[in-house]
């Protein structure tokens, strides 16, 4: 038995069930009373009859706390010494000898009693003790590993973002200094591969944390203005148009993290709609959600893009990289986002032509919408 | 009048990109691999600009600017990884100019070094005019006028004092602390009451409040109004 074993043992004996331990006294006594007349049969004289009613005194004590059943099963115990053993048989000699018995139950009892509860006490105490001290232990580590994690995805970031901006500098120099087509491709794919390396790791670390992502509450206007904006940067020669109703409509958000989503389906539907004609960027309120749009007027989304559309795309399915992967990955990682938003987002195509998603995020519950 | 601009960046080749894209465009460059380097040439040189990388391995960042705000208004701009959105705003709150994002691109790292010398000379030279101006967009500090194509609108008094601040820091990102404690005063948290202020600005100024045109918002950081 380990010692861990041992000790719950020994607190199990001590703790039978309060019914039990009350029960235990007149039990005890019982079975004393009963091996004293047996033993009486076989010629046991006083004196060892005597010690026996100490250890039932003494057993007493042990399974009980309370003093009164003590005390009480002690004073019981002489008594029944002194009427059942001594001389007279069957009855009280009120001699010197009874008080002495009396005395000596009542003294074992006390120091048993008072001695068993202090083991019990402390016992239970170390119990409790080691209950916290593993539960600090537990905490402990999870801090740690969740350090040790985000460490990790610091240092990775780091390693792949320095060669990436380098690339990203270089290729910028060249294609501004000799304006080579090889050297723009370069620098596009380089801010390509840095935005999913950003994004890749904010899933990472939404994944990893169990959803766990702070939304505050942001005028959703901003948010959408700040993507359209971003967009326009990369892309200046798109055209975006962004509608939001005239009240002023606050969701909680993780403004970073929606950004990125509407900054994916904003680039998804500047790559591939292929026309002129602007990309609405609509936001309308119905009953406790906000509805986000984004549609476009271009080719819409294909069969086996739909069948698909937010998990994971095989790579190398003879497809150009740049048309399925490109939409793909960032559609899952727009989907991972709004899940962790408790929202939905949705794509298909439109009657007219062109592909429509919606992103729905909830309102704040019970909050006053002016 | 000195053309140097100071580079604390501790990745040597990040650094040297930085510094070819500045000497290309006319700017001379001096670099720095520490904190301690970068305030000691920043004491000698006396730059025009100071870039600082906020990701440095020995001397935090801000620490490196709040050492040398004690006695340099020189403007900083700070560059930061995406991941910290945090070290950004507090870089603002100690004294930096403005900020950029790494990685960034070539354009807009020119536009903000060009914007951030030219709002220090205009506060130096002029300390701004009796009137703003920005497109449509006309502010008339004396009269206490906000007029938008000529037309005159009705302003809150805090609206109208949000409105000037930022138009006297046009072009210069306010970190939403920066702006409350102007108006506010110190004791005040809540970033709501500056949001919805801001949002019903728009909508007096804007054509597409959606669309900002004059006030753009900085997500997690603040406002900046345009110039």
Redesign the interface.
């Known amino acids: 038995m380990s010692k861990k074993d041992s000790v719950n043992f020994i607190a199990a004996i001590h703790e039978p069930g309060i019914m039990m331990k009350h029960a235990a006294a007149p039990i005890i006594i019982g079975m004393t009373m009963a091996l004293e007349e047996l033993l009486r049969l076989f010629g046991i004289n006083q004196v060892q009859l005597a010690l026996l009613f100490v250890l039932s005194t003494f057993l007493i004590a042990c399974c009980t706390t309370s003093y009164i059943v003590n005390l009480s099963a002690a004073i019981i115990n002489a008594f029944l010494y002194d009427f059942f053993v001594t001389a007279p048989r069957m009855g009280f000699s009120f001699t010197l000898g009874l008080p002495i018995t009396l005395f000596i139950m009542l003294i074992v009892s006390v120091i048993t009693s008072a001695t068993t509860t202090k083991i019990k006490e402390q016992m239970s105490l170390a119990i409790e003790l080691r209950q916290v001290a593993e539960e600090r232990t537990q905490t402990r580590m999870m801090a740690e590993r969740e350090k040790t994690r985000s460490n990790l995805l610091r240092a990775i970031s780091h390693d792949l973002r320095t060669p990436l901006t380098g690339i990203l500098s270089a290729s910028s120099i060249m294609a501004e200094r000799t304006k080579d087509p090889l050297a723009v491709d370069i620098r596009t794919d380089a801010e390509w591969l840095i935005q999913m390396v950003e994004n890749l790791l904010m899933v990472t670390r939404i994944s990893d944390e169990k959803s766990r992502i702070t939304k505050k509450d942001e005028p959703a206007e901003e948010v959408m203005a700040k993507a359209a904006a971003t967009v326009r940067k990369r892309f200046p020669n798109c055209s975006i148009r962004v509608k939001a109703p005239d009240d002023l409509i606050i969701v909680p958000m993780d403004a970073m993290l929606m950004s990125q989503v509407f900054i994916n389906l904003l680039e998804n539907a500047v790559k591939h709609s292929s026309t002129d004609k602007a990309i609405l960027f609509e936001l309308h309120l119905e009953g406790r959600c906000a509805y986000f749009t984004v549609s476009d007027y271009g080719n819409g989304l294909s069969e086996e893009l739909l069948d698909n559309l937010f998990g994971q795309h095989p790579i190398g399915n003879g497809k150009p990289v740049d048309s399925v992967s490109g939409m793909g990955l960032g559609l899952s990682i727009c989907k991972t986002i709004v899940n962790a938003h408790n929202g939905t987002i949705r794509g298909e195509n439109k009657k007219e032509g062109g592909a429509l998603f919606t992103v729905c995020l909830t309102l704040n519950i019970g909050m006053d919408d002016k | 009048m000195t053309n140097k601009i100071l580079i604390i960046e501790d ?1 040597k ?2 650094s040297s ?2 510094s ?2 500045l000497s ?1 465009n006319g700017y001379e460059t001096l670099q720095a691999y520490t904190g301690e380097m970068g305030i000691s040439l920043a004491a000698s040189q006396v730059p025009l600009l100071i870039l600082l990388d906020l990701g440095l391995p020995n001397m935090d960042g801000i620490e490196v600017l709040k050492h040398i705000r004690e006695w340099s208004d020189v403007p900083v701009i700070v560059l930061s ?3 910290n ?1 945090k070290d950004k705003v507090e870089a603002l709150d100690s004294g930096a100019n403005d900020y950029v994002t ?2 960034f ?2 354009g ?1 790292l020119l536009a903000r070094i060009r914007s951030a010398i030219r709002i220090d000379n205009r506060i130096k030279n002029s300390g701004g005019g009796a009137v703003f101006e920005n497109g449509n967009l006309q502010i008339d500090y004396e009269k206490r006028l906000v007029r938008i194509n000529d037309k005159q609108i009705h302003f809150t008094p805090i609206e109208y004092k949000i409105i000037v601040l930022l138009s006297q820091n046009a072009g210069k990102v306010m970190t939403y602390d920066q702006i409350i404690n102007q108006l506010w005063g110190p004791y005040s948290y809540d970033s ?1 009451i500056l ?2 202020n801001v ?2 600005i ?2 007096k100024i804007e054509e ?5 045109q004059y006030i ?5 950081v603040g406002y900046r109004m345009t110039e």
Do not use: C, F, H, L
């Open positions: 990745d080749k990040i990109y930085i070819t894209i290309i990884s995406r991941q959105e790494k990685p691109g070539n807009e709501q949001r919805v949002a019903n728009r909508r597409n409040p959606a669309d900002p753009i918002t900085e997500i997690g």
